[in-house]
């Protein structure tokens, strides 16, 4: 059984940063940061295999980086350079599968409770 528990997020500026984190219990394959915006559907924003496979989403790579600290078996994102569409409940999420589409949300059958990000322009 594997449980999640994010923490951070909050409000910032346009151009500002902010850090998620994701406690996890268990022991799961693949972990990844899911968002959902205002009236848009769930999206992958990273997601991180335990081998050290990392993917992105296209619309934060070079923005955003998810960190495994496999000691503390804490999942982290940190966001740079923040936009208004980074907007959203940002989702922790796991697998016990070791192959999977990284990004797609029917990947994953654990989450978390999810945790709120807005940027002000």
């Known amino acids: 059984q594997v449980q999640l528990v994010e923490s951070g997020g909050g409000a910032v500026q346009a151009g500002g940063s902010l850090s998620l984190s994701c406690a996890v219990s268990?022991?799961?394959?693949?972990m990844a940061w899911f968002r959902q915006g205002p009236r848009k559907e769930r999206e992958g924003v990273a997601g991180?295999?335990?081998?050290?496979?990392?993917t992105y989403a296209d619309s934060v790579r070079g923005r955003f980086t998810i960190s495994l600290d496999y000691e503390q078996n804490i999942l982290y994102l940190q966001m740079n350079s923040l936009k208004p569409e980074d907007t959203g409940m940002y989702y922790c999420?796991?697998?016990?599968?070791?192959?999977?589409?990284?990004?797609?949300?029917?990947?994953?059958?654990?989450w978390g409770q999810g945790t709120q990000v807005t940027v002000s322009s």
């Open positions: 999420a796991a697998a016990v599968r070791w192959s999977l589409v990284p990004l797609a949300p029917q990947s994953y059958n654990y």
């Open positions: 991180l295999r335990t081998d050290g496979r990392i």
């Open positions: 268990g022991h799961p394959y693949y």
